[in-house]
């Protein structure tokens, strides 16, 4: 069985969708952690993320492990653990800027989909309900004001140690949206079967409440 959780930076995706995972015990996979290794890798080699051939060529000098560790996914490029590092906004903007090119999004399905073959799966990205995995049984898509959401980013920041600003996240955010919304291919949209829950107002207890409420319509079926 696998279930995909969809939504904009901010929107609670990664705190519900490994809280959802671990209770269920299903795999769960960060899509975005692959995007932000390949942006990363292409701003650290100095590439242009606008050259859609220079980016996809990329993707073949990428040795890319994603293992789970204690409940918590880690990524590995090229042996180096970068988990931590791809975590700012510069990469999660680089990570925005590759992933709008087809070619890119083309090369990157396979990776993705081998994860449900012998997986129950929670997967989280922009596209899993759309495309990547079009079959899923429980779809979720997480919506929240920008506001809100800048304010969750800066405190996850923060908390990392990172040195941030409100009104640059609440910027940064809008433009990320604006770019994976407005995106040719597989543009950040809910998928008609999906379920959309607006966090705004809600704790994370309430959201995974929601989302596990959608899985229980399947009973035991999975
Ligand atoms: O979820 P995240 O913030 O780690 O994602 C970083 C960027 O990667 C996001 O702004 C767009 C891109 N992305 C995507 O295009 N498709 C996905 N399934 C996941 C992420």
Redesign the pocket.
């Known amino acids: 069985m696998v279930i995909t959780i ?1 939504g ?2 901010g929107s609670g ?2 705190t519900v969708a490994k809280i959802v995972a671990k209770e269920l015990g299903f795999l769960y996979l ?7 290794a390949l ?1 990363y890798l292409a701003l650290s080699k100095g590439i242009d993320l606008n050259d859609e051939d220079k980016v996809v060529k990329l993707i073949d000098e990428m040795e890319l492990d994603i293992k789970i560790q204690e409940g918590s996914q880690r990524i590995y490029l090229n042996k180096e653990d970068i988990s931590e590092k ?1 975590r700012t906004e510069e ?3 680089a ?2 800027t ?3 090119h087809p070619k890119v ?1 083309k090369a990157l399905l396979d990776l ?1 989909r081998r994860f449900a073959l012998k997986n129950n799966l929670v ?6 309900g759309t ?2 995995f079009p079959e899923a049984k429980v779809k979720i898509f997480l919506t929240a004001t920008p506001e809100v959401r800048a304010k969750r980013r800066l405190k996850e920041l923060k908390e990392k140690g990172m040195h941030v600003n409100y009104n640059e996240i609440l910027e940064s955010i809008l433009k ?1 949206d604006r ?2 919304s407005e ?1 040719e291919t ?1 543009p ?1 949209k809910p998928a008609d079967d999906a379920v959309i829950i607006d966090t705004s107002e809600l704790t994370v207890e309430e959201v995974v409440e929601k989302v596990l409420k959608e899985v229980k319509k399947y009973g035991g079926r999975y």
């Open positions: 969809d904009p930076a995706k990664s960060d899509t975005g952690a692959i995007y932000r942006g791809i990469i999660g903007m990570a925005s590759v992933s709008k999004r993705q997967a989280e990205g922009r596209d899993t495309v990547v990320r770019q994976d995106r597989a950040l």
